[in-house]
């Protein structure tokens, strides 16, 4: 932890606050204050970001929680700050509300907001059972459950209290549809998490609806528990209602003023329906329907046009949202169902509403998450080209850089203002180099011995478990003698992500024969480790993870006990962070183009961690003509065939081919070659750092939110702008 990073000492009293909804912690008063005022002003033109998830786990990321672990349990505070201080500190830390990298996208970019005093606040929804947990069996595969987790018990979430009736819980009314053409007003509660500045002088409110009362209704208690729960259409289509029907009521019940609303994904473009019914009854009175007409409807869409701002995450079709009309038409007002008719009809299949091509029409301007992925939006979707513009993706520096990295950077004069301005690394002076790079390789061995403890100890658990469970381990390695298990400075290969089968988890594994030759050939040993969740609903993807598992026994017998292939299971935010700092190289195998962005090899890059990568999304911009890592496999012009997602369309062979072709170049720059490797992990911290972080990126998004800001953090953006602008060059 930087030493004067909290110069201002504060203490834990100093860092309670309080307002008509509540009591709360993390920012001094004024500071409470000065926040609440800017996103409440009657003039204020703040950003409303709206996001089906967001990851932002304390146990990864807390500015608060570093200063108490720091300053340790106090004894002299009073009884009720007793009481938050050891939730603080002993409570769990995890807020299972997201399930990749679009929520932790959203979790980082509040984070940068925060950070650069951008004013914002967040809305999305509270799962009482989170997204499902993963167990998995060598036998089985993955096997999902609910998770069990209590918003009441985890530090930085507050329930809003109802400023009339202080003891009771804020309720907040949202209109719906019963689905029988009833119109009826459902009751949500509202949580509070605070994405609060490094520096504890601003934050960023996200404000979590659960509906899951007491008094719900069966339709809304059973959408409302669980993030993407896919068991039914309409589960699907209530959920993606009950966040975009809330974000009205809950701005106007709390006073925010929002002149900007940030679809992140389309998930939440039913508030434009309600937007279009203001704007209609404002200029037709509350018996319009009969009147309206549709240039009268296509009118006030373009009045609500200029409030949204919307980001494309993905050119998969499964990430787009389109319903049948017969579904939609019990579950929404009359008025509704014109509006969808005129501006959600699909192009290809007359029955249904796209909600991806609705959130194309209504807003002010819409972006890719790369450079590439614009290129492939605007052949997926012609008639919007003109509007749709790269910003490419980025992550936290300070969540993701390992704890080892931080205090190696900490040491580096030319860097000494890393934590607040990640684009220093652009300008790491000459001098600072060798030192740079004797700390940097430290840190990297301690990180990866962090690693193989790490994965050692979960392998002993799971043999021990086996004994009082049912599971059987999902590591062959579980049942060899420990002498067997990983070794600290042995090579070490990471992938880790949702397993979508585009992702492609298994490739490498495509000739297991060809793969084990390799180590063999120069007695290399290299250890695979693996780690992520499949959609209970993906029975391809699940498929592709017992594959995994099915490769282990073979890839270790025929290479005679070199390659190692570990599956770590219950993928999150902390396996992520300890996989990304402590491997060697990050593995990214995607079928080109449909990875729009990729984030975890940014978190690697961030640690300094070369990639070696498909050349899709983030990589082609990030690989600077090999200094930064290496690239494999198909890499010509996308055409409309290339976004196929058929088993035979996944150019298995070809890729995995030249993976093989790759991989002894690889490993003999790490075995033999050592400079030559952390020369790639310096270029990564000089080259990659100062672009992919969400920094950046929050300097972009600001550009389209035309917000006001003080001078000192309208310079800072403008630099980061200048450094690096996405909307470049066309691919
Ligand atoms: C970063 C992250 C992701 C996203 O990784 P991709 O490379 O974009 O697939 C998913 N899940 C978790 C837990 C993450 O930390």
Redesign the pocket.
């Known amino acids: 932890m930087n030493s004067d990073h909290f110069a201002a000492r504060t203490s834990p009293e100093a860092l309670v606050c309080t307002n008509l909804f509540g009591t709360f912690f993390g920012v001094p008063q004024q500071v409470f204050d000065a926040v609440w005022n800017q996103l409440t002003t009657p003039d204020g033109n703040a950003v409303a970001y709206v996001s089906m998830e967001i990851?932002a786990d304390p146990d990864v990321f807390h500015p608060v929680k570093d200063l108490l672990e720091e300053g340790g349990e106090p004894s002299s505070v009073k009884p009720h700050l007793q009481a938050l201080l050891a939730k603080y500190l002993h409570g769990p830390r995890k807020i299972p509300n997201y399930s990749?990298?679009l929520g932790?996208l959203a979790g980082d970019t509040l984070k940068s907001f925060a950070d650069l005093h951008v004013p914002a606040l967040a809305v999305s929804l509270l799962y009482r059972e989170g997204y499902f947990s993963q167990i998995v069996d060598s036998k089985i595969g993955q096997i999902d459950h609910a998770t069990r987790w209590t918003p009441e018990s985890t530090p930085t979430l507050f329930q809003l209290k109802d400023p009339h009736h202080p003891d009771r819980a804020l309720t907040i009314d949202i209109p719906f549809h019963n689905g029988q053409h009833k119109p009826t007003m459902i009751k949500a509660h509202v949580w509070m998490k605070m994405e609060i500045a490094d520096q504890l002088d601003y934050f960023v409110p996200e404000f979590l609806l659960d509906y899951s009362l007491p008094e719900a209704p069966a339709w809304v208690m059973e959408s409302a528990h669980q993030l993407y729960n896919a068991k039914s259409t309409i589960i699907k289509a209530n959920q993606r209602r009950m966040l975009g029907s809330a974000i009205l009521p809950l701005l106007e019940t709390l006073g925010l003023n929002a002149a900007t609303i940030h679809l992140n994904e389309q998930h939440g473009v039913t508030v434009t329906l309600h937007l279009i019914l203001q704007e209609l009854q404002d200029k037709l009175g509350e018996a319009f329907p009969d009147a309206v007409t549709d240039a009268d409807i296509l009118a006030a869409a373009k009045q609500v046009s200029r409030t949204i701002v919307y980001t494309i995450h993905t050119p998969v079709k499964a990430g787009h949202d389109r319903f049948s009309r017969d579904l939609y038409s019990g579950i929404s007002h009359k008025a509704f169902q014109r509006i969808l008719d005129l501006l959600a009809h699909d192009e290809e299949v007359s029955h249904e509403y796209n909600f991806t091509a609705m959130a194309m029409r209504i807003n002010r301007a819409i972006n890719s998450v790369s450079r590439l992925h614009r290129d492939v939006t605007k052949k997926q979707f012609p008639a919007f080209a003109h509007k749709i513009k790269a910003i490419t993706n980025g992550v936290h520096h300070l969540t993701w850089i390992s704890d080892n990295r931080k205090d190696c950077f900490n040491r580096i004069p030319s860097l000494c203002n890393w934590r607040n301005d990640p684009s220093c690394f652009a300008a790491i002076a000459d001098q600072d180099l060798p030192l740079l790079g004797e700390l940097l390789q430290q840190a990297w061995n301690q990180d990866n011995r962090l690693l193989i403890e790490h994965v050692n100890a979960m392998l002993k658990n799971h043999r021990e478990q086996m004994v009082e469970t049912w599971i059987d381990p999902p590591n062959h390695l579980s049942s060899l003698p420990e002498s067997e298990w990983l070794k600290p400075g042995t090579f070490t290969l990471g992938f880790a992500?949702?397993f979508s089968t585009y992702?492609r988890a298994d490739l490498i594994f495509d000739d297991i024969g060809r793969l084990a030759d390799i180590l063999i050939a120069n007695n290399w040993s290299v250890n695979f480790l693996f780690a992520g969740k499949a959609h209970p609903a993906d029975e391809p993807g699940k498929y592709v993870l017992k594959l995994i598992l099915d490769n282990q026994e073979e890839l270790y017998t025929r290479s005679k006990g070199l390659g190692k292939l570990i599956f770590i299971p219950g993928?999150?935010?902390r396996v992520?962070k300890l996989m990304v700092a402590g491997v060697h190289a990050w593995l990214?195998s995607p079928k080109r183009p449909l990875e729009a962005?990729?984030?975890?090899?940014m978190?690697a890059a961030m640690n300094g961690v070369p990639n070696i990568s498909i050349m899709d999304g983030w990589w082609v911009e990030g690989y600077h003509g090999g200094q930064t890592g290496w690239k494999f496999g198909f890499e010509g012009p996308v055409n409309d065939a290339d976004l196929s997602e058929a088993p035979d369309a996944l150019l298995y062979t070809e890729d995995a081919g030249a993976f093989y072709d790759l991989l002894p170049s690889v490993l003999e720059t790490f075995y033999h070659r050592p400079q030559d490797f952390l020369a790639r992990a310096l270029a990564n911290l000089h080259l990659n750092v100062p672009i992919f972080n969400t920094h950046r990126m929050a300097a972009e998004y600001v550009a389209q939110y035309d917000l006001r800001l003080t001078p000192q953090f309208t310079a800072d953006l403008d630099r980061f702008r200048r450094l690096y602008q996405s909307e470049q060059p066309t691919l």
Do not use: E, I, Q
Request: aromatic share 6%; charged share 30%.
């Open positions: 990851g990749g990298g932790v992500r949702r992702k993928y999150d935010m992520a990214n962005s990729g984030t975890s090899g978190k």
